[in-house]
Every structure is written in C-alpha cells, then in structure tokens.
C-alpha cells in the first residue's frame, strides 16, 4: 500500500510542478541578486540573503528561508488535504476499502506518502539552490561567517545545512498532520488545504501579537525559523528542541484524531 501511494505521487505532474515553483522563486530571486549585485542590507529580507553576494554556496539557507513562510507550507496543505478528500471527491475512496485494505493502513500510506513529499521537496530546494547559487554568485573558499560572527569551516556549514534541511522537513509535518485530519472531515480538497492554511496563518498573526504571549509557545509556526541557530558558534539547541517537540505533539494530535475520524466515518463515495 505504501508503494502504491508513493508511486502515484511520484508519477503526478502536479508533484513536480509544485516542486517546480519552490525552486522557481530562488531561482528569480537568485537571478536579481546577481545581475543587480545589491542584496538586502543585514538584518533586512530572509535570513542569509545579504551574506550570499560573497558566497554563493550559502544560498540553499536563503532559499530555505525564502520559500519557508508561505510557499513551502501552502504546498503541503495541498498535498496533505488531497490525499483523503481528493479520494473521496472522486469517488475513489470506497472502491479503495473494498478491497482487503483497512483505513488504517490506508491512512498511514498516505501519511507515509506526504512525508516523503516534504522531505523531497526540501531537498531538491537545497541542492537546486546549491546549484543555482554557486553558478549565479560563485563559490568563496575557506571559512564562513556565521549568525553570531564566528567563522564556520565548510564541512561545519555542510553539517548545519543538512540538519537545517532536515529540522525544516519536521517543521512541516504539523502542517502536513492538521491538512490530513481536515481531508478525513471534508470530501473537498481545497476545503483542507484552506483550513490548514487559515490554521497557520492564524498562528502567524499570533505569534506577532504581543498580547497572546502566553499561547505563543504552543503555536505551531512559534519554532518554524529556529532553524537559523544551527548557523550559529555555538550552536542554540534550546529553540530547535522545542520546535522538534511542539511538532511532535501538533503531529500525534492531529494524526490521533484523523485516525478516530476516518476508522469511524460513513464511507458514501
């Protein structure tokens, strides 16, 4: 079950093209930078845009950083509110239950799909951004300037990078989580991804509030760009933890309930 569900997102155009448009926008961004050679000042615009002009090979964090806020999660609330609802909206779902396959493995198939879908899409950001980078803005030897102004070896930038990759793909599976609870509710797919959506941007406009200070730490999007600390010497691994742990449980909530929905829902299509 679960290589059929792979199989089926690999083979979707739609996979890709969405895959196409994340690395689409660094790549024009990229584009701009190099034939402008002007970059945001320090401290303005994402996170290590200003530093890539003297060293291409750290534009995968600045692409990282760019399609992060919006892009990247409004591509997994498709993918995430589609996996049920779009079963469902074409009438596929039953025919799927009939045969000798219970809903649960069905879900965790499904779950086990868009995982795979996030963390793919991260990737290829970070390595078509190697590229572009490197290609656009050319490649500075030796050591690099971290957040905190210590000089980071190129293995150590390499390290972080990947952990950076891979902190950013976790950051997603509550998105991912909340998408796939709204698809087991609704038979629309652009209903889930909606509600997945309004979710997070909800939790954005929170988390700039002061006033909802007290809820702030349990907001699903609180650690989203903790990510920039593993780019300092020494490393903060206090926010990382916490954004590792808030994602686990906004993951096992939302799965939980997905699970209780869809195990106990009136299939009709």
């Known amino acids: 079950m679960i290589a059929v569900e792979l199989t089926k997102m690999v083979r979707r155009p739609r996979t890709w093209a969405s895959v196409a448009l994340l690395c689409a926008l660094p790549t024009v961004v990229a584009l701009f930078v190099a034939a402008r050679d002007i970059g945001p000042r320090p401290g303005e615009g994402p996170a290590f845009l200003s530093a890539v002009l003297n060293n291409g090979a750290l534009y995968p964090a600045a ?40 809903r649960t493995r069905l879900l965790v198939a499904k779950l086990v799909a868009i995982v795979a879908y996030v963390l793919g899409a991260v990737v290829i950001v970070a390595l078509v951004s190697l590229v572009v980078g490197i290609t656009l803005l050319g490649h500075q030897r030796g050591s690099v300037v971290s957040v905190s102004g210590a000089n980071l070896t190129p293995t150590q930038v390499a390290v972080r990078m990947l952990l950076a990759v ?33 979710a997070l941007v909800g939790s954005q406009i929170l988390v700039s509030l002061e006033a909802a200070s007290p809820v702030v730490p349990y907001l699903p999007t609180r650690y989203w760009l903790s990510w920039i600390d593993l780019f300092r010497d020494p490393i903060l691994w206090r926010s990382l933890e916490r954004g590792v742990a808030l994602q686990a449980v906004y993951a096992a909530v939302f799965l939980a309930v997905a699970w209780a929905n869809l195990a106990t829902k009136d299939i009709t299509s």
């Open 63 to 102: 692409a990282l950083a760019i399609v992060l806020p919006i892009f990247l999660p409004v591509s997994v609330a498709l993918m995430a509110g589609e996996a049920i609802a779009g079963e469902a909206s074409t009438g596929t779902l039953r025919y799927l239950l009939i045969r000798p396959v219970s």
């Open 166 to 198: 891979g902190y950013i793909g976790i950051s997603m599976v509550g998105v991912a989580a909340i998408a796939l609870f709204l698809s087991t509710v609704t038979d629309s797919s652009s209903g889930a991804a909606l509600g997945a959506l309004a």
